[in-house]
């Protein structure tokens, strides 16, 4: 292996080696990363193999500098590997296959074919891969020899050829040449070695020539225990005597063309249709086609799955694999396992005798044959299978590869369970990494949405996929589980419907949807007929026990379907192996979507059994979930979690059934579970519309929701309490605890209309029921969402309510919430100290109640106060140590603020990179949750960022995507937050007008949320836009209120003061002040700048840090070269 002409040498592992030479090998296809890692590591858990792939991957992308190469030398995907076809590379195999392509084109002249031939020959040099060995990898070592015997047939074949060419032609000494390598390849090959005898006479080397024959007897010997044939001791004779015809080679015609040896004979039927996906599937046939110990090998799964397709692709990529021959053989018209011997023997083309069994003869013929039968649709033969295991006992080189819908159940017997198509699942959904348009421009990515794609395409040549598209297309994969022939069968009708037609037709009538084209097989032209076909071969007790089964919406293990079905394990097992049943993981099942649509139509045909099955299940996912709601904890152990995790969507479904049908119990018994599972794993969306629509069911639109008004007072609650609400105490607790888990998520994903009226609604049911507990966080959680919307004097108002009663019923816990909700407002319009302090108070009581996530968030806002005043140190460190405890407890939505509150400070220090790195996390993390509230915030500062680092085009529209989202979701403090990004952005690109806009919004949103302080620094901005449009007077008068404010309010948490007195000095400056009273205001100002600087400057005690704190942040920068100038004018 060699780059630029130089070895590589730091291909330090022979895995390492193995892995390349396997990709550049197999570089017509991508290899799923969880066959590469079995392929090497096939001891290690999957896990552990996965690990050891990458850091191989790593250091091989490292020795053939992967990175800088253009175009790479490797595809990667979070899912596959491949060598990459198109990179500037050179390959002995790939130019040897090359050269046997143009040899076998029937269009190359004579003498192209020769020399390509020649070509060939001195290309091999040993056998494939001589000295390389993975000895603890067997399925590696398969794949070496067969490709070390299929390179050495074809270099024998290539010898030859070219020996018997040249031997014709005269050329005795090529044919000598040639003749020897072959005999050094293959010492039994004694056709060759009669040629040698020939050309070594026709040259005068009798002598040479008789000693030759003495060299093959003594090789056939010893390496057959055989004599040389007749024919060769005749020509041996001849010679001896001279009376061989020397001048014979003479005679002989020069051929036109080099034919190779007569090509194998296979029966594969030609597919009229692309092959698409299937990479893991075929990797795992290569594997199973290549072990000898691998005899009958079964594709099982149900019909339509794409078994058929799969297998003929499987086989033809083996056809040089099988000397005598890969043969398919169709089985769906074949009624008795009696006439299976005479199909194969069809498709063999065998001659029976009358007198002799059809069994028999096709026995006789197979034992010495090295061949792949592939047997189509046996499902319906699985009752007598002695022909199979005859067949395997007789022929030892005979492999079977059989398609079926039940397992064979036999010993010899592995397994192909094949599954749908890929298609995205819900994390490439959300991933934050690749847009929805990247999504929808890859989607033939995916096996399941390319096969749709391009059948599509056939039916409709203009038929095109938006990216807004993409959604629906997903959802029909989804629907149909990647299964190819009902994504075929949709496809077909795309000129009859849109994507959501197509959705519509499969959810309402799928059963009808089919097609005509004649070309399909009868029982693949709808689906009805397909899943009817599978119906009636089961048996009446199997049919209930599937229809009962089909309840199930997701997967589901044994307990659970034998205490709602009463099925057994066995019965379980019975309807895996006819592939009505898949089963996932030991004692674990699922249900294709589509069987299962249709065992539901037949279950729901008799509505008492369905309302029967439909409720056992409720009951029993709802006692479920209330035995583990005690073990759903943040930062607890994650065992539970992962085994309610399992059952997420027969709870869903329990829960649905339980709200619709009003079944308050089972409603009660779930909530409490439900709630900690989205709270613990964030899943904030569905959290929302789940307690939005229980909520409304139960309680009614949200229009009618009985509202506390806003006038709420301790002592008056009967302002409240005066119209009764018309529910019973029994559920009124429930009522109240659902209202609440709405006003949670919905909080989170910044929909603050249905918080805030969820919010009162909770404290006027709290109030009415009594529940003092309840009371507090409704004032709570209704307070925030106030704060929210701006209006934080009735926010603070509330939570000094909340305070009141949880210190008067000694509630540490809840009088901790009540004083952090109360430094986020101190914090927000601008009072640090007093934010400070609260939070400082809350930190101790959330310590004494051991609640960590809370403490972390104390801990984030105490970093976020104390960076503001230039500590960075010790903000760095509480927000680090958030971060640790966050991590601790699995919570990678709550990193969010520390994280952002990093890159703030690495922004502020001028480490402009790293802060974009924090920024892009943040981002990320948003957008996978779903909280657009972080989003908006965090992109503003990932905008202002970018244009620090002068990409002021990509700030300009992060800026502008983040106002967006703040007015979308009406959330005033991140709209004039991200207003003032943008007018900073708009600043550095030269758009005044549009910046001077962008400020006087931010300015208006701040002064009225209280943010005095803030606006100070938009104003001073602003001021300086003034003096670049000429207006000097108006600016002056700006900065002459920005002084005054800044003596009569204390800065010391003002993290922005050196740019605000910065501005202040550029516009008097650009006055060009000549009095003196106007200079020594001007000078003043810029000593003031230079102080601040200084002692904000003082506080870094990290050398480098503080450097970069005044040699990075420009202004900074410019502070101190102007005072410095100013300093050496005044000398």
């Not at 490292?62 to 253009?70: G, P, S």
């Not at 143009?102 to 001589?130: C, H, K, W």
């Not at 599972?677 to 229009?703: C, D, M, S």
């Amino acid at each position: 292996m060699k780059k630029n002409g130089t070895p590589i040498s730091n291909l330090t592992t022979t895995k390492i080696q193995a892995l390349l030479a396997y990709l550049v090998t197999e570089a017509h296809q991508a290899h799923p990363r969880s066959r590469l890692a079995n392929l090497l590591w096939p001891d290690q858990p999957e896990r552990s193999a996965l690990h050891s792939l990458r850091q191989a991957l790593t250091t091989l992308r490292r020795a053939i500098d992967d990175q800088k190469a253009e175009p790479p030398f490797l595809l990667i995907t979070r899912q596959t590997l491949q060598f990459n076809q198109a990179s500037q590379n050179w390959s002995d195999c790939a130019e040897f296959v090359k050269l046997l392509q143009t040899v076998n084109s029937p269009n190359t002249p004579r003498d192209e074919m020769v020399e390509a031939l020649q070509q060939a020959i001195n290309l091999y040099q040993g056998d494939f891969l001589s000295g390389l060995t993975v000895p603890d990898s067997d399925i590696f070592e398969n794949w070496l020899i067969t490709n070390r015997e299929h390179y050495q047939r074809e270099t024998t074949s290539i010898l030859e050829r070219l020996s018997t060419y040249f031997e014709t032609l005269g050329e005795q000494e090529e044919a000598i040449s040639y003749t020897r390598r072959l005999i050094e390849l293959t010492p039994w090959h004694e056709s060759a070695h009669q040629r040698m005898m020939r050309c070594l006479a026709a040259v005068g080397r009798r002598n040479a020539a008789l000693a030759h024959y003495e060299t093959c007897r003594r090789i056939l010997a010893e390496e057959l225990s055989v004599e040389p044939m007749p024919e060769t001791t005749a020509l041996f004779e001849a010679i001896r005597s001279d009376t061989w015809p020397t001048e014979t080679h003479q005679t002989l015609s020069i051929p036109a063309r080099l034919e190779p040896p007569p090509t194998t004979a296979h029966h594969l039927p030609a597919q009229l249709t692309s092959f698409v996906g299937r990479e893991a599937e075929l990797g795992q046939l290569a594997d199973y086609l290549i072990d000898p110990a691998c005899r009958l090998v079964t594709l099982v799964g149900p019909g339509g799955i794409g078994k058929t397709r799969l297998a003929l692709q499987a086989a033809e990529q083996h056809r040089d694999k099988f000397a005598d021959g890969i043969h398919f053989v169709s089985l769906a018209n074949i009624n008795t396992i009696d006439l299976l011997p005479t199909a194969i023997g069809s498709v063999l083309e065998l001659s029976f005798n009358d007198q002799i069994a059809s069994y028999t003869q096709l026995l006789d013929y197979v034992q010495s044959r090295y061949m792949l039968l592939v047997l189509d649709n046996f499902e319906h033969l699985t009752s007598d299978l002695n022909l199979v295991i005859d067949l395997l006992r007789t022929a030892p080189c005979l492999k079977i590869l059989v398609t079926s819908r039940e397992r064979l159940n036999l010993q010899a017997e592995w397994i192909v369970e094949v599954k749908g198509l890929s298609y995205p699942s819900a994390e490439d959904m959300k991933s934050s990494s690749i847009s929805h348009q990247e999504l929808a421009k890859g989607a033939t990515s995916f096996g399941a949405t390319q096969l749709f794609m391009q059948r599509a395409k056939q039916v409709n040549p203009h038929f095109q996929l938006s990216p807004d598209d993409f959604h629906e297309l997903v959802q029909l994969c989804r629907m149909t589980a990647g299964m190819p022939l009902a994504l075929e069968l949709a496809a077909a009708q795309v000129r009859q419907y849109t994507l959501s037609g197509l959705i519509q037709a499969m959810q309402n009538k799928g059963d009808r949807l089919g097609t005509q084209q004649l070309d399909i097989p009868q029982r693949h032209r709808n689906l009805s007929a397909l899943f009817n076909s599978a119906w009636d071969k089961l048996e009446e007790s199997e049919r209930m026990l599937f229809s009962q089964l089909s309840i199930f919406p997701g997967s589901f293990d044994t307990d659970a379907a034998h205490a709602i079905t009463e099925g057994s394990r066995s019965q379980l097992a019975t309807l895996v192996d006819k592939s009505m049943l898949r089963q996932t993981v030991p004692g674990r099942y699922d249900i294709h979507p589509l069987l299962r649509q249709f065992g539901l139509a037949r279950l729901r045909q008799k509505n008492e059994p369905y309302k029967r099955m439909k409720d056992k299940h409720c009951v029993y996912y709802a006692t479920l979930l209330q035995q583990q709601e005690d073990n759903l904890t943040w930062g607890g152990p994650r065992q539970p979690i992962t085994a309610v995790e399992q059952e997420i969507e027969n709870i869903r479904a329990g829960w649905q059934w339980a709200v619709d049908n009003k079944k308050f119990a089972e409603i009660k018994q779930i909530h409490r579970g439900l709630f900690r599972l989205y709270k613990l794993r964030n899943w904030l969306q569905e959290g929302a519309h789940v307690f939005l629509h229980a909520v409304e069911t139960l309680i009614g639109p949200k229009n009618s929701w009985p509202i506390a008004p806003e006038n709420i007072d301790l002592k008056h609650k009967q302002l409240v309490t005066n119209k009764q609400v018309s529910v019973s105490i029994d559920q009124l607790d429930l009522k109240i605890e659902l209202l609440l888990s709405l006003v949670y998520f919905t909080d989170l994903i910044a929909d603050y209309h249905t918080a805030l009226t969820a919010a009162q609604a909770a404290a006027k049911l709290a109030i009415h029921a009594g529940n003092m507990i309840q009371e507090i966080r409704s004032y709570l959680v209704w307070g925030n969402a106030l704060w929210h919307r701006g209006r934080h004097k009735l926010a603070h108002f509330l939570f000094v309510q909340a305070l009141t009663l949880a210190r008067d019923n000694s509630n540490t816990y809840y009088e901790a919430e009540s004083l952090q909700y109360l430094g986020n407002v101190y914090r927000q319009r601008g009072r640090h100290i007093i934010a400070r302090e609260h939070y400082q108070k809350a930190l101790t009581l959330y310590r004494g109640e051991g609640s960590q996530q809370n403490e972390a968030q104390c801990l984030s806002w105490l970093g976020y106060i104390t960076s503001s005043r230039g500590d960075y140190a010790t903000a760095q460190n509480h927000l680090k140590r958030a971060i640790k405890i966050y991590q601790r407890g699995g919570d990678r939505y709550l990193k969010q603020e520390p994280l952002r509150f990093l890159g703030l400070i690495q922004q502020n220090l001028g480490l402009y990179q790293d802060a974009q790195n924090y920024f892009q996390q943040v981002v990320d993390i948003a957008q996978e949750f779903g909280n657009r509230y972080t989003m908006a915030l965090a992109l503003s500062d990932w905008g202002i960022n970018s244009c620090y680092l002068n990409n002021c085009d990509q700030a300009e529209i992060h800026c502008r995507d983040a106002l967006a989202i703040a007015r979308d979701i009406k959330d005033r403090y991140s709209e004039g937050y991200t207003s003032a990004r943008l007018g900073f952005v708009l600043t550095s690109t030269g758009d005044l007008p549009a910046a001077a806009e962008a400020y006087r919004r931010a300015i208006h949103l701040r002064r009225k949320l209280g943010q005095d302080t803030i606006a100070i620094l938009d104003l001073a901005e602003l001021a300086w836009i003034t003096m670049q449009r000429k207006q000097s007077s108006q600016a002056l008068a700006q900065v002459d209120e920005i002084l005054s404010w800044l003596e009569s309010n204390d800065t010391t948490y003002f993290n922005e003061l050196p740019r605000v007195y910065w501005r202040c000095y550029q516009i008097l400056q650009a006055t060009h002040p000549t009095d003196p009273p106007l200079r020594l205001k001007t000078i003043g100002v810029l000593d003031a700048t230079y102080n601040v600087l200084q002692n904000r400057a003082d506080r870094i005690e990290n050398e480098h840090l503080r450097r970069s704190y005044l040699e990075q942040v420009a202004i900074h920068r410019k502070i101190t070269q102007a005072w410095r100038a100013e300093q050496s004018t005044s000398a």
